[in-house]
């Protein structure tokens, strides 16, 4: 079974500042996703950024981005100029492709990341 | 479009009562899954309906808890006689395929007292 670890509880940063969460996962796959999503206190989960394995270039959109190193199993979100409206929890998820496997198309998230924003 | 509706949005229920909370997916989502965001074990899957496959329950913590999906929509949530260890949100979420992003409801708060 995978497993999605989160080590940081709770990260902040300051306006227009940068931060990066972390996120690391253990998976026996070659082929599988990656997302972060955000859920802001209203409890809607957005997705943030996907990242597919076989793709060795860095998921980026606008101004989040991320530095997946699958060899170590890492998969870490930066988040530039940080705004206020990005404060919320972050989580990690991975997602299977095997359509054959018991992991097919269920999320496996990490614990979460709480971001607070600082003005 | 509509994306997925859930509800109630919030749910308070005293413990051994049944429970029913219902997802509306995106209209055209053959996916459909349910997870359960509590403090103590995070978010966690419990349910994953795919077209008429049989679908997948290897998340359900108990036999209280099933869930059945009506003509490939709307999908129902039963939880019977409540603990109070069900006290949690209860997130909806759809795709297209599987290999499709999940998009998710604003999930149920139960409460159970």
């Known amino acids: 079974a995978q497993t999605v670890t989160q080590s940081q509880p709770e990260m902040s940063v300051q306006e227009a500042e940068t931060v990066t969460l972390s996120c690391t996962y253990d998976?026996?796959?070659?082929?599988?996703?990656l997302f972060w999503y955000k859920q802001p206190p209203s409890r809607q989960m957005i997705l943030v950024i996907r990242q597919e394995a076989y793709k060795q270039q860095n998921a980026t959109e606008n101004r989040f981005s991320v530095n997946f190193q699958k060899a170590a199993k890492s998969f870490s979100l930066k988040i530039s100029d940080s705004q206020l409206g990005d404060a919320a929890m972050y989580f990690c998820a991975y997602r299977s492709t095997d359509a054959g496997g018991t992991s097919y198309g269920k999320l496996t998230f990490g614990q979460g990341t709480i971001l607070t924003v600082h003005p | 479009g509509a994306g997925v509706s859930q509800s109630p949005s919030n749910k308070v229920t005293e413990k051994g009562k049944d429970v029913e909370l219902r997802c509306d997916p995106i209209?055209?989502?053959?996916?459909l899954y349910w997870y359960r965001q509590s403090l103590g074990q995070g978010l966690e899957f419990l349910i994953y309906?795919?077209?008429?496959?049989?679908?997948?329950k290897s998340g359900l913590p108990s036999d209280r808890f099933s869930a059945e999906r009506t003509g490939g929509s709307v999908s129902t949530l039963t939880i019977q006689r409540t603990q109070q260890e069900d006290s949690a949100v209860y997130l909806c979420?759809?795709?297209?395929?599987?290999?499709?992003?999940?998009?998710f409801g604003p999930g149920t708060r139960l409460t159970v007292t």
């Open positions: 998976t026996s796959e070659s082929d599988y996703y």
């Open positions: 209209s055209g989502h053959t996916a």
């Open positions: 979420a759809s795709s297209l395929t599987p290999t499709y992003e999940q998009y």
């Open positions: 309906f795919q077209g008429n496959s049989a679908p997948d």
